[in-house]
C-alpha cells in the first residue's frame, strides 16, 4: 500500500525538476535530510538498480552521528526496513541482489535490496575515491566540504557505469545540500546559481506538467471504462524521453529560507521570529541570506586556515560497528551516545588540559585546549543551559575526558569567577569549578589573571595571535566546536562609551529555535579566557603530566 508522505514546496520543486546537478540551501526547519537527502538516494538507486553511490561528508563523526541516522531515520519513515530492503555496514543476505561493482569492503556501506549501494566518503580520512565507479553522489552540509579535495578526488569517480545506466538521467548525478554559509571557503557551491539555466528548469517544469496532464487524461479514460488510444501512450513515452535528455544536462539551484515551509512553520513564528532575533540572525537563519565572516567582526583575523580536524579513526570505525550496527548486523537508530576522547587524534594523553570558562545563569561554558609549541589548539568545547549548571557541566567534560591518563587541568579565571554562586553550594564560582573537578578526581592548577581584559586589547592580542604575531596562534578543532565556531564567526562590534567592544546585545535576548544561547557570545569570552591565559599566563609541563610552577607573563 502506497504511503503518503507531506513534503513542502521546495521538496517538491526539487523532486520534481530532478536535474542531475541540484544545489539545496536551505535554512533551519525546512527538512534537508528526510525531506531532500533520503528521496534523492531512493530514487538514485531504484532507477538505477545495482548502482554506486557515494555520501559525502566533511568528517567521519559528522556522518556517524548525523547523516547516516537521519538517512536512516528517514528510510525507515518511508516504509524500508531494516534486513529486508537495506543493511549497514556489513555483507548483505544472499536474497539481496547484487552491485553492478561490487565494493572491497562493505565496513562503511549500506546496501540495498535491489544491489544498490552507498558508501560514506569522509573527507578527513583517506579513502580510495579515485578507484571507485561512482553513478551518483550527495554531498551533505556543503559549506564544511573542501572544494579541491571533492573535485579532485570524488567528482572524478562520478563517472558512472555508461554501460548499464548512460541512458539514466541520474547517471553521474549530484545532489549538495547545506545551509547558507559564512565563510568565503565554504561559499564553494553558491556559484552554481549562475551554473543554472532557468529557461531550462522552466521548459522541464513545463514537461512535467504535460505528462501529469496526459496521464490524467488516460486516467479519466479507465475510470470511465474506455479504451486508451495507442497514440496516448506513445505520446507519454516521448514526453518522457525529452524530459529525461532536458533532466540529464540541467543545474537546479535553490536557496529557500524557512517562510517557504510557512504551512507548517506558520506566520505568526516568522513574525515572533523577527521581533525576537537580532537582524543578523533573522537573516542567516530565517531569511537564508547570504553574508560570511565579517570583516570587521571581533575575530576579523580569524581564517578557514585556523580550522582543523583530526580524529581516530580506529576508535571510530569501532563506534561505527556498535552504534550504526550491532552484533546482529541490524541497524540502530540514533546519534552515537557513547563518544569519548578517544575519538581526538588531538589530544595529548600526557599533558593536562587547559581551559577557560565562562559563567552565566542562563548558560555556561567551557573552552579546552592544549598549547602544542607555538600552536594552541582548541581540542572541544562544553555548555550547559537553563538547570544543568555548573556541577553538571564538569561532570560532562570529566565523562568525555574519562579516559585521559593525565587527568589534571589548568583552570584559568578571571574576576568575574569571584563572588558569584549561581546557586552552588561553594562560596563562589571558581571555589565551586575547582571542587567539581577535585570531586571528579581530577587534579587543578587554578590560575588567576585579574580582572577582565579590555574590549580594545583583547581585540588587539588574540586578532594577532591569528595572524602568527603573539608566542601562540589558535587552531580550533572544527568537529567538537561546531557552536563556539559560529559564536566566534559571527561576533560583531560595537561602539560604546570606552570605544569599541565585542557586540554582546544578543546575550539579552529570548532563546528561540533559530537563535540558540549556544550560538551567542558567551562562549566567546570562555575562549577569550583560554586564550590570554595560555598566551600571557604561560604553564609548562613536564611529559610526567607534573606541572613546573613557573608562572610569568610575556
Given at each position: 500500500m502506497a504511503k503518503k508522505v507531506y513534503f513542502n514546496d521546495p521538496q517538491l520543486e526539487c523532486h520534481l525538476v530532478g536535474a542531475r546537478t541540484s544545489v539545496c540551501v536551505m535554512g533551519r526547519r525546512t527538512g534537508k535530510t528526510h525531506g531532500i537527502a533520503a528521496p534523492y538516494i531512493l530514487r538514485c538507486i531504484q532507477r538505477m538498480p545495482g548502482s554506486t553511490g557515494g555520501i559525502v561528508v566533511p568528517t567521519f563523526l559528522h556522518g556517524l552521528t548525523n547523516t547516516i541516522p537521519g538517512v536512516l531515520a528517514a528510510l525507515r519513515s518511508f516504509g524500508?526496513?531494516?534486513?529486508?530492503?537495506?543493511?549497514?555496514?556489513?555483507?548483505?543476505?544472499?536474497?539481496?541482489?547484487?552491485?553492478?561493482?561490487?565494493?572491497?569492503?562493505?565496513?562503511?556501506?549500506?546496501?540495498?535490496y535491489n544491489g544498490?549501494?552507498?558508501?560514506?566518503?569522509?573527507?578527513?580520512?583517506?579513502?580510495?575515491?579515485?578507484?571507485?565507479?561512482?553513478?551518483?553522489?550527495?554531498?551533505?552540509?556543503?559549506?564544511?566540504?573542501?572544494?579541491?579535495?571533492?573535485?579532485?578526488?570524488?567528482?572524478?569517480?562520478?563517472?558512472?557505469?555508461?554501460?548499464?545506466?548512460?541512458?539514466?538521467?541520474?547517471?553521474?548525478?549530484?545532489?549538495?545540500?547545506?545551509?547558507?554559509?559564512?565563510?568565503?571557503?565554504?561559499?564553494?557551491?553558491?556559484t552554481y546559481r549562475e551554473k543554472m539555466d532557468p529557461e531550462?528548469?522552466?521548459?522541464?517544469?513545463?514537461?512535467?506538467?504535460?505528462?501529469?496532464?496526459?496521464?490524467?487524461?488516460?486516467?479519466?479514460?479507465?475510470?470511465?471504462?474506455?479504451?486508451?488510444?495507442?497514440?496516448?501512450?506513445?505520446?507519454?513515452r516521448k514526453l518522457d524521453r525529452q524530459l529525461n535528455q532536458l533532466r540529464s544536462v540541467a543545474t537546479y539551484y535553490r536557496e529557500c529560507s524557512s517562510i517557504e515551509n510557512i504551512a507548517l512553520l506558520g506566520e505568526s513564528y516568522i513574525k515572533q521570529m523577527k521581533r525576537d532575533l537580532t537582524p543578523l540572525v533573522f537573516r542567516t537563519s530565517i531569511l537564508c541570506q547570504r553574508i560570511g565572516i565579517s570583516r570587521d567582526g571581533f575575530y576579523c583575523c580569524m581564517t578557514e586556515d585556523h580550522k582543523y580536524d583530526q580524529s581516530d579513526f580506529a576508535y571510530l570505525d569501532k563506534l561505527w560497528q556498535k552504534d550504526i550496527v550491532t552484533p546482529d548486523g541490524k541497524p540502530v537508530s540514533g546519534r552515537s551516545s557513547g563518544i569519548t576522547s578517544g575519538a581526538d587524534a588531538d589530544l595529548n594523553p600526557r599533558l593536562p588540559i587547559v581551559i577557560g570558562m565562562d559563567y552565566n545563569a542562563k548558560i555556561n561554558w567551557i573552552v579546552a585546549g592544549q598549547p602544542d609549541g607555538r600552536r594552541l589548539n582548541v581540542i572541544k568545547s562544553f555548555y550547559t543551559k537553563y538547570e544543568r549548571k555548573i556541577p553538571e557541566l564538569i561532570a560532562d567534560f570529566c565523562a568525555y575526558y574519562r579516559n585521559h591518563p593525565t587527568k589534571h587541568v589548568i583552570y584559568y579565571y578571571d574576576s568575574t569567577a569571584l563572588g558569584q554562586t549561581f546557586f552552588s553550594n561553594y562560596p563562589d564560582i571558581h571555589e565551586s569549578v575547582v571542587g567539581e573537578f577535585r570531586r571528579h578526581g581530577w587534579t587543578v592548577t587554578d590560575v588567576y589573571i585579574g580582572a577582565p581584559m579590555h574590549h580594545d586589547e583583547k581585540y588587539r592580542l588574540i586578532n594577532n595571535g591569528f595572524t602568527g604575531r603573539n608566542n601562540l596562534t589558535p587552531y580550533i578543532n572544527r568537529q567538537n566546536n561546531e557552536a563556539l565556531l559560529l559564536a566566534i564567526e559571527t561576533a560583531g562590534v560595537e561602539t560604546g562609551r570606552n570605544g569599541f567592544r565585542k557586540d554582546k546585545s544578543g546575550e539579552k535576548l529570548a532563546e528561540s529555535q533559530e537563535d540558540l544561547l549556544e550560538h551567542r557570545t558567551d562562549g566567546t569570552d570562555a575562549f577569550d579566557t583560554l586564550y590570554i591565559g595560555c598566551e600571557l599566563f604561560p604553564r609548562s609541563s613536564a611529559l610526567s603530566g607534573h606541572l613546573l610552577m613557573t608562572p610569568g607573563i610575556v
Open positions: 524500508y526496513y531494516d534486513n529486508i530492503h537495506f543493511v549497514v555496514g556489513r555483507q548483505p543476505p544472499d536474497f539481496f541482489k547484487r552491485p553492478v561493482i561490487e565494493p572491497a569492503s562493505y565496513q562503511h556501506v549500506i546496501s540495498f544498490s549501494v552507498a558508501i560514506l566518503l569522509s573527507q578527513d580520512r583517506s579513502y580510495a575515491a579515485n578507484s571507485l565507479t561512482l553513478s551518483w553522489l550527495l554531498v551533505d552540509e556543503a559549506k564544511f566540504i573542501d572544494q579541491k579535495k571533492l573535485h579532485d578526488q570524488v567528482i572524478p569517480a562520478n563517472g558512472g557505469s555508461k554501460a548499464h545506466f548512460g541512458q539514466r538521467s541520474l547517471n553521474h548525478a549530484m545532489m549538495v545540500l547545506s545551509d547558507m554559509p559564512q565563510t568565503k571557503k565554504g561559499s564553494w557551491f553558491l531550462v528548469i522552466q521548459v522541464i517544469k513545463a514537461q512535467v506538467h504535460e505528462i501529469w496532464r496526459q496521464k490524467d487524461k488516460v486516467r479519466k479514460l479507465r475510470a470511465d471504462g474506455q479504451p486508451v488510444p495507442a497514440y496516448m501512450q506513445d505520446h507519454i
